[in-house]
């Protein structure tokens, strides 16, 4: 996932389809007045409940005068629908899971655009090209109900001693829940080609009887029906604060966790590309990643950014992520969780309690 670039806008803005006015040089400035004539944005899966996406929005409708709307939609369905539309897009950009970035540059629907802090986004986190970057990461973590479980776990190791339900959600539909398969894999020893040490700890817990296979959304942690969580740590995050902030931890398995994230796409057939390259360069500006931090998704850009008190009570600190690691081999990883549904109900399935 590549190589760092220099702190300046060296993409081009070049012609498309459309009769925009575009920037025609490289200044921020420049791209700033080609989107202000624009006057218009429209996003997809981008609303304004995930990740704080609502005061980016009115930022820049307020800053720069553009009006938006937003479609909520999953990351496939973005990307079918940058290419059945093409020429008519009624979308200019969107927000993928991590996997999708590269699916929607290989399906040539991407315009490339490198903001201005590109230096400060890592290797792994982005295409070297701008095709796709990581604004905000997620990492599996535990969320645990203190009020049913009394010796709260720190590490899969824990998890695996405790006498309490481990709940994960759906494997074969959920990329939270196979996202955290592939978590305890790290922690087990492997990898994204062999998932075997993390279906055998699977399996371990469906033995047991202590495997849950609801979804850990905010209405069953309310309701008491999780009692351990695996999720994504804006998700835990965002749940304890809304239902009840003493009575849930989160946290940041210590023997390993897997690290991903979304992406957004600009639509090379969107009718407003100076606008979505605006908003690119807006969410990775520290006002920006900000937001983002406030809706609890943890900035690509966090190592770079002082935030403010409220928001970094929001977050977990950074030693937290000590042992988390961004998916290493992404091609190994898009066959394994294909196959993942089979596998899952070949090892760990047929071991589940009654």
Same mark, same amino acid.
Do not use: C
């Given at each position: 996932?590549?190589?760092?670039?220099?702190?300046?806008?060296?993409? *081009?803005?070049?012609?498309?389809?459309?009769?925009?006015?575009?920037?025609?040089?490289?200044?921020?400035?420049?791209?700033?007045?080609?989107?202000?004539?624009?006057?218009?944005?429209?996003?997809?899966?981008?609303?304004?409940?995930?990740?704080?996406?609502?005061?980016?929005?009115?930022?820049?409708?307020?800053?720069?005068?553009?009006?938006?709307?937003?479609?909520?939609?999953?990351?496939?369905?973005?990307?079918?629908?940058?290419?059945?539309?093409?020429?008519?897009?009624?979308?200019?950009?969107?927000?993928?899971?991590?996997?999708?970035?590269?699916?929607?540059?290989?399906?040539?629907?991407?315009?490339?655009?490198?903001?201005?802090?590109?230096?400060?986004?890592?290797?792994?986190?982005?295409?070297?090209?701008?095709?796709?970057?990581?604004?905000?990461?997620?990492?599996?973590?535990?969320?645990?109900?203190?009020?049913?479980?009394?010796?709260?776990?720190?590490?899969?190791?824990?998890?695996?001693?405790?006498?309490?339900?481990?709940?994960?959600?759906?494997?074969?539909? *959920?990329?939270?829940?196979?996202?955290?398969?592939?978590?305890?894999?790290?922690?087990?020893?492997?990898?994204?080609?062999?998932?075997?040490?993390?279906?055998?700890?699977?399996?371990?817990?469906?033995?047991?009887?202590?495997?849950?296979?609801?979804?850990?959304?905010?209405?069953?942690?309310?309701?008491?029906?999780?009692?351990?969580?695996?999720?994504?740590?804006?998700?835990?995050?965002?749940?304890?604060?809304?239902?009840?902030?003493?009575?849930?931890?989160?946290?940041?398995?210590?023997?390993?966790?897997?690290?991903?994230?979304?992406?957004?796409?600009?639509?090379?057939?969107?009718?407003?590309?100076?606008?979505?390259?605006?908003?690119?360069?807006?969410?990775?500006?520290?006002?920006?990643?900000?937001?983002?931090?406030?809706?609890? *998704?943890?900035?690509?850009?966090?190592?770079?950014?002082?935030?403010?008190?409220?928001?970094? *009570?929001?977050?977990?600190?950074?030693?937290?992520?000590?042992?988390?690691?961004?998916?290493?081999?992404?091609?190994?990883?898009?066959?394994?969780?294909?196959?993942?549904?089979?596998?899952?109900?070949?090892?760990?399935?047929?071991?589940?309690?009654?």
């Amino acid at each position: 996932m590549k190589q760092l670039f220099a702190s300046v806008l060296t993409s *081009a803005l070049v012609l498309s389809t459309t009769t925009s006015v575009f920037a025609a040089d490289d200044s921020v400035a420049a791209l700033e007045k080609a989107a202000k004539a624009e006057g218009t944005l429209n996003s997809v899966g981008m609303p304004d409940s995930w990740a704080n996406w609502k005061e980016t929005w009115q930022d820049i409708t307020s800053k720069y005068g553009i009006k938006h709307s937003d479609t909520d939609m999953s990351s496939a369905q973005e990307i079918a629908k940058f290419l059945a539309e093409k020429n008519n897009a009624s979308a200019d950009i969107g927000d993928v899971g991590a996997a999708f970035g590269p699916v929607a540059m290989k399906e040539g629907v991407t315009l490339p655009y490198k903001p201005t802090t590109w230096a400060q986004v890592p290797d792994w986190a982005k295409d070297k090209d701008g095709n796709w970057a990581l604004a905000y990461t997620g990492t599996i973590a535990f969320i645990i109900d203190k009020s049913q479980v009394k010796n709260e776990p720190h590490s899969w190791a824990d998890l695996l001693k405790g006498n309490y339900k481990v709940t994960i959600g759906d494997v074969s539909t *959920a990329a939270q829940a196979a996202n955290g398969v592939l978590a305890a894999t790290y922690a087990m020893g492997g990898n994204e080609k062999n998932l075997k040490p993390g279906l055998e700890y699977f399996a371990k817990l469906a033995k047991a009887g202590r495997l849950g296979l609801n979804d850990p959304s905010i209405a069953s942690l309310e309701k008491g029906e999780v009692q351990v969580g695996i999720v994504w740590d804006f998700n835990g995050l965002n749940y304890r604060d809304q239902i009840d902030k003493t009575r849930f931890d989160v946290l940041i398995p210590t023997d390993g966790s897997i690290t991903s994230g979304y992406t957004t796409i600009i639509n090379k057939y969107g009718k407003h590309p100076n606008a979505a390259k605006l908003a690119r360069e807006y969410i990775f500006s520290d006002a920006g990643q900000i937001n983002l931090a406030r809706g609890y *998704a943890r900035p690509i850009r966090a190592e770079h950014l002082t935030l403010p008190d409220d928001v970094k *009570a929001k977050l977990l600190p950074n030693s937290e992520y000590a042992n988390a690691h961004p998916i290493t081999d992404a091609a190994a990883w898009d066959k394994s969780s294909k196959a993942l549904p089979r596998l899952w109900q070949e090892n760990v399935m047929i071991n589940m309690q009654q």
